[in-house]
């Protein structure tokens, strides 16, 4: 059955490389037929015919028969050109790293195991009597290091058939195409996924590979390969070759790092620790992890998630959230992902990387993938795994296509539903996650514009309505908003307390409307992102908008809280004590006004930089410590204050004084907006005000 799906899959390549294909039609079928020939190429390369000695040094009595194995004479055979130029790409400039041979012989180890697995479902007279499983051992003496799989191994058609044919179904085009580019990663990019190089990886490390192959089909013979990767390998018949395949690296001075039990046991565990088979080096299982993301959901315990969180992001806490995520259209979607319970940023830390690792087939791919999710989400942990990923020919980088931006489309939507979930089944849990991690979901509003309506359902805010430190959503304000009210209303503050006392909160407090108080100095450009949220606008209280909505509510509010015996200044009085203020503050003020809105302060100011506005610019003009200048701003008195009207009638008397008292009155009023960096400025004159008032 195998051996007809190889043939098969030749077929579809041969018949696609014909001069009348397209290349969409060439590279579909040599990705089919590059993943049957990856466990195979494992088997066809190296040089120099190796002894019944050589043999006998590499083939440990575990893994071999007990008779010696006989060595026939060896054909030697010379590399086509273009396949010379590929050994040499992969040898010397397609992998960044070259710890990933570790990674790509063991990939293609699990698929002849794999293989032989599927075999042996149709075939009974298919396999070995030996456990599927992948062996490893270092010897420092002799300076090699050996893979053995007891997987399917090849025929000696299969070897004929494949052998130097690498470059087939057209790659001697994108061969020559990488050698006249003067970047070769950036031509290595076109043959994505074709071609099952990965075996060639091993030259990186060693200067000469030695491969002994048996068919696991019955009366199969062993054959040897050898090659230094220079051109030329040799082929001979081998007997008493175990079925599978087995891989001698004789490793260069260079790479002696690679004979290190522990340094090869942490490049396993970084690549290819979640392989669907055992993985020993020295006889010591080195995989010990269950890849939970292939299991179901209700197979994994609360323990299992604990403990694989713990392994996957390095952490000491326990995870607050899990979520296993499977799809498999429009993509093939594999997934476990965790929100920690503590935010390392908000602890002091630097800023961290993206926490979900991209894996393809149990394999990595790239850890810490920057790619895979939106930046606004590096907080979350976890692995993917998809069999749909746009890999390059070394499987490291990705190709920024439509598969990807759709991947992390879903991936990013998915999280989102999985929190709003979490928020909907335990809301005092959430609002602990929200304390902890808010600050990445304002990043998202701000960030994402795809999925911004629906992050906002994600934030929460204190309410005038609620306790102090009780969290609300923006839905839940709506939903409790009176039929007549057009807007939601809220408020930057420092804290609850400033802002149940600012003069801009209060009118509405009075007028018994709710405001969502927000702390977070993110929190203006947030609100300022959003604009309006479900239909509804968001207006900040101390904002002009505002104004003209407390202007509707002024006159009833006037009226019901006159007070007969204290009678506002006359239009003529105001009118002389603004023209006097304007020129009293100077500069600091554009204009002085009479405020049309409900007020129980004696003056505010409107039409000002923002707090955070004024953060920003202080930042962006390097200003270090220095107070920023205020810009000027407009000032709104109240002339029904006794502070007002006790000033228009001691300008009469000792202006001195009376400009002393405006300046304060308008430094009050900045304070109470927040824009005055450094009120130290006015101990001064309010000490000489305290003084004429005491004497």
Not at 396 to 423: D, Y
Request: charged content about 25%.
């Amino acid at each position: 059955m195998r051996q007809i799906l190889l043939h098969s899959a030749r077929a579809r390549i041969l018949g696609a490389s014909s001069p009348t294909a397209s290349l969409p039609r060439v590279y579909a079928a040599a990705r089919s037929y590059s993943v049957s020939l990856l466990p195979l190429v494992s088997t066809i390369q190296r040089s120099t015919r190796p002894s019944a000695a050589v043999f006998s040094r590499h083939y440990s009595a575990d893994t071999a028969p007990e008779t010696q194995p006989n060595v026939g004479p060896a054909e030697k055979h010379e590399f086509k050109a273009e396949t010379k130029k590929l050994l040499h790409i992969v040898a010397h400039s397609l992998y960044s790293q070259r710890e990933v041979f570790v990674r790509e012989l063991i990939s293609n180890a699990s698929d002849a195991l794999e293989k032989l697995r599927q075999l042996q479902t149709t075939s009974a007279e298919a396999g070995s009597d030996k456990p599927l499983e992948i062996n490893i051992t270092l010897d420092s003496e002799q300076k090699t290091i050996t893979f053995f799989d007891s997987g399917i191994g090849m025929t000696a058609d299969e070897l004929k058939e494949n052998l130097g044919t690498i470059a087939r179904s057209g790659s001697k085009a994108f061969i020559e195409k990488m050698q006249s580019n003067t970047e070769t990663s950036n031509a290595a990019n076109s043959i994505v996924g074709q071609f099952g190089v990965g075996f060639y990886s091993a030259f990186m490390v060693g200067d000469k590979i030695t491969v002994y192959t048996r068919s696991a089909k019955p009366g199969s013979e062993g054959y040897c390969w050898v090659s230094d990767g220079l051109g030329s390998y040799t082929l001979s018949k081998a007997d008493n070759v175990a079925v599978g395949t087995k891989i001698v690296i004789d490793v260069k001075k260079d790479s002696k790092e690679f004979l290190d039990k522990e340094k090869l046991s942490e490049i396993i565990k970084k690549y290819s620790n979640f392989v669907g088979f055992p993985i020993t080096v020295d006889g010591e299982k080195v995989n010990t992890i269950e890849a939970l993301w292939t299991k179901g959901k209700s197979e994994i315990t609360e323990e299992d998630h604990n403990s694989f969180y713990k392994f996957i992001s390095h952490s000491w806490d326990d995870p607050m959230y899990s979520l296993v995520y499977k799809a498999d259209a429009p993509l093939s979607i594999r997934s476990i992902l965790y929100a920690p319970s503590r935010n390392p940023e908000a602890m002091g830390f630097e800023r961290i990387k993206p926490g979900v690792s991209l894996y393809s087939r149990k394999v990595l791919i790239m850890s810490n993938a920057e790619s895979l999710l939106p930046e606004w989400l590096r907080f979350v942990k976890g692995v993917v795994d998809s069999e749909d990923l746009p890999l390059n020919l070394s499987r490291e980088l990705l190709q920024n296509g439509p598969v990807i931006m759709k991947l992390k489309s879903i991936l990013s939507s998915r999280i989102i539903k999985w929190l709003l979930e979490e928020a909907r089944k335990e809301p005092e849990k959430y609002s602990k996650f929200y304390n902890e991690f808010g600050i990445f979901l304002r990043e998202g509003v701000c960030q994402d514009m795809a999925n911004q309506k629906d992050i906002a359902k994600l934030l929460r805010f204190e309410s005038s309505t609620k306790d102090s430190g009780k969290l609300v959503s923006l839905d839940e304000y709506i939903k409790r908003m009176p039929k007549d009210q057009e807007h939601i209303y809220y408020f930057c503050t420092p804290s609850r307390k400033v802002g149940a006392e600012s003069p801009y909160y209060v009118p509405f407090e009075k007028h018994g409307t709710e405001v969502l108080f927000m702390h977070h100095q993110l929190d203006e450009f947030v609100m300022g992102r959003l604009s309006e949220y479900n239909g509804k606008r968001l207006i900040s209280v101390d904002s002009a908008e505002a104004g003209k909505v407390l202007k509707e509510w002024n006159d009833a509010a006037q009226t019901n809280t006159a007070d007969d015996a204290s009678p506002p200044l006359t239009k003529e009085q105001t009118d002389e004590l603004t023209s006097w203020m304007r020129e009293s503050m100077g500069t600091q003020a554009k204009e002085v006004r009479v405020s049309e809105r409900f007020m129980t302060y004696p003056a505010i100011v409107v039409d000002f930089d923002s707090p955070a506005v004024r953060r920003m610019m202080k930042m962006m003009s390097g200003n270090n410590g220095d107070s920023l200048p205020v810009s000027p701003c407009t000032v709104e008195i109240n002339p029904r204050d006794p502070v007002i009207k006790g000033l228009f009638a001691l300008k009469g008397k000792n202006e001195d004084l009376a400009r002393k008292v405006a300046q304060q009155l308008l430094d009050n009023a900045m304070i109470a907006a927040g824009i005055m960096d450094d009120p130290r400025s006015m101990v001064k004159r309010l000490n000489e005000i305290l003084a004429a008032t005491v004497n």
